[in-house]
């Protein structure tokens, strides 16, 4: 018997094309796409951003403007859409108050607010389309309210109480705090205070966690980790409570995006059969950026956020011993906190003639290192999933990285496993075992037959959404069952 095809509405606070912050942008782009090429009826829906511009997307007005209530006063919302990529239905939530005059997407003080707008209005949307989905997929803190809402109040309407719910737990660094004020802006005072708040306060993380039928997080060591409390960031308690409906989904990369036969930006397109070209990429990055060009010494790339969480603080004596002793080139780009720029600046000056720190954010440059670079290092502290290692192996530059998270679901050993390996992974989060994994790979690179298959395995690693997208319709499934009718 065939099952029958889901009717799923999407909802986030960022997505590409139209606002990107960090990844959740790119899985909003990208997911719904592949759900949509399974042959479910997948629609995306977010905030209308004043950077949202509806000539560059070609976006409509779709029917009347609507009200929603929000403590004792009215907001008026109407619905612009458009179609994406690969055919997806989106719907943009338009309000002058609390998108369409904002410049960007977080970063306000009244965050906990608008998004709770969001919510409101996402829900109360549905009746304008007359759609009725299968499934409420949420995405992070920003959309912790639609969980609650269902659970607490909307039950009791018939449109919505058939509605399940899936929450994705993008970070759980970022939880949406705001004073229980909120829930009288939000007309849900009986929503009951969680042991894991902080007293007075609402934390629309917990509270999603809390109502959804079901919960994933974005790689299944990552849903390990976070029942702990040294990564659980004060959530462990109700994320154990809630454990059984608690699941793990590796993120995938768009394989149209990422692809080293076809990407514009790199110097010299290349795929698995045509390898050799890519020594040429390597000589025109060593020539950007000012390195000598020299074919046989290992060149190490990075591109990466400058956060404590990436493993920064690892860095300086790692990079000391790696561009003093060992025959080296290293080449960074990034930006984040000051501390981290001047770290790497003063690196740079240490080794004029290794390292190289590009110290911005530049799309054609972050191609153009995982086309060019041997290796690639990703040393996190912390990996919710991590993208960075997964187009590098794409792109045939072999990943470091620590033993965490997303990491650790996708990057296989080569030390532990010869016969499967597809890059060096360490697991203590210390500056010795981060420099073992990068002598490993230094060895491994040394032999010439041994890189080979290890970038080849890479590149044919499947890391694609389709796998990834047939497991979220798992789990669309199991919280229709869990809900009920
Ligand atoms: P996170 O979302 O925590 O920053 P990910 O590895 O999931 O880490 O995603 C990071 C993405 O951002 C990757 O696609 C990476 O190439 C890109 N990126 C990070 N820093 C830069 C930069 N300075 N310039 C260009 N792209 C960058």
Redesign the pocket.
């Known amino acids: 018997m065939t099952e029958k095809s889901l009717k799923i509405l999407f909802l986030a606070a960022e997505a590409v094309p139209f606002a990107k912050v ?2 959740l942008a ?1 899985v909003a782009g990208s997911l719904p796409k592949a759900l949509r090429a399974l042959g479910h009826d997948v629609r995306l829906m977010m905030p209308r951003y004043g950077t949202i511009r509806s000539d560059k997307f070609d976006l409509a007005k779709i029917g009347e403007p609507f009200s929603i209530p929000l403590g004792r006063e009215e907001e008026c919302v109407h619905l612009i859409g458009g179609t994406m990529d690969g055919g997806v239905p989106v719907y943009l939530l338009w309000n002058d108050l609390y998108f369409s005059s904002r410049d960007r997407v977080y970063g306000f003080e009244d965050d906990a607010q608008r998004f709770t707008v969001f919510g409101r209005a996402a829900l109360a949307s549905l009746r304008l389309l007359d759609w009725k989905p299968d499934v409420i997929h949420a995405n992070d803190w920003h959309t912790g309210f639609v969980p609650t809402w269902l659970n607490v109040t909307g039950w009791r309407a018939p449109f919505y109480r058939g509605l399940a719910t899936l929450f994705t737990i993008h970070n759980l660094a970022y939880q949406g705090i705001a004073g229980r004020l909120i829930l009288t802006f939000a007309q849900l005072e009986e929503v009951k205070h969680l042991s894991v708040e902080p007293p007075g306060d609402v934390n629309w993380m917990a509270q999603g966690i809390a109502h959804a039928d079901l919960i994933n997080t974005v790689s299944k060591r990552y849903a390990q980790e976070i029942l702990t409390p040294e990564m659980g960031m004060g959530l462990d308690p109700l994320l154990r409570e809630r454990q059984e409906r608690l699941f793990g989904v590796v993120n995938g990369i768009d394989y149209e995006e990422w692809n080293p036969a076809t990407d514009p930006n790199i110097s010299y397109r290349f795929d698995v059969e045509t390898l050799d070209r890519r020594a040429a990429n390597k000589a025109a990055l060593q020539q950007q950026a000012r390195l000598p060009a020299r074919a046989e010494s290992p060149l190490v790339g990075m ?3 400058l956060d404590e969480v990436k493993g920064m603080d690892l860095m300086e004596p790692v990079l000391t011993w790696l561009l003093g002793e060992e025959d080296a080139q290293f080449i960074l ?3 984040g906190a000051p501390e981290y720029h001047e770290m790497f600046e003063r690196i740079q000056a240490r080794f004029p003639n290794r390292a190289r720190a590009i110290l ?4 054609v ?2 191609r153009r290192i995982y086309a060019g670079a041997d290796m690639f290092l990703m040393p996190s502290a912390v ?1 919710p ?4 290692q997964m ?1 590098a192996m794409r792109y045939g530059c072999v990943p470091i990285v620590r033993a965490t998270g997303g990491l650790a679901d996708t990057v296989v050993d080569y030390t532990a496993s010869r016969s499967r390996g597809t890059g060096f992974v360490f697991e203590a989060y210390t500056r010795r075992a981060c420099r073992g994994a990068l002598q490993r790979a230094l060895r491994a690179y040394g032999d010439k037959k041994t890189w080979r298959t290890l970038q080849r395995r890479g590149m044919t690693t499947d890391f694609s959404w389709s796998a990834s997208a047939q497991e979220y319709v798992k789990l669309y499934r199991k919280a229709m069952e869990l809900h009920g009718p």
């Open positions: 960090g990844g790119d591109v990466t956020r780009l990034g930006t911005k954010f530049d799309e440059l972050a990996e999933c991590g993208l960075g187009i």
